[in-house]
């Protein structure tokens, strides 16, 4: 399958889960935050500026039930998740573009030299 391929599958989906790497960040974070989809991440301890809300922005797991739960809510249509999908995409370029995580590098190199 092609880049392009992919892309335009990983549109399609309903739901995109992003699971632990070999570190706990992974590209696949950012990528599942741009689909237009529910983005379903297990509970990870990162640190993350302007992170995502769990249940507002994402949906974060630390069990297979959790994850089962969320699944089948998506599943069965429920709004509460298209609002989701909506606030995450939105959180995603108000806050996590490159030029947003410029800035905020820039500013926290500034208050170290300042």
Not at 54 to 71: C, G, P
Request: proline share 1%; hydrophobic share 35%.
């Amino acid at each position: 399958m092609g880049l392009d391929s992919y892309y335009d599958n990983l549109q399609r989906c309903s739901v995109v889960l992003t699971l632990r790497g070999a570190g706990h960040d992974t590209f696949r974070f950012w990528e599942n935050a741009a689909c237009n989809a529910l983005h379903v991440s297990e509970a990870m301890s990162l640190f993350i500026p302007n992170d995502f809300k769990d249940k507002r922005d994402i949906m974060r797991f630390s069990d297979i039930d959790q994850l089962r739960s969320i699944v089948d809510s998506r599943l069965s249509g429920r709004k509460e998740t298209d609002q989701i999908i909506q606030n995450s995409r939105q959180h995603l370029m108000d806050y996590h573009l490159t030029t947003s995580r410029a800035t905020y590098f820039i500013d926290r190199i500034k208050r170290v030299f300042n």
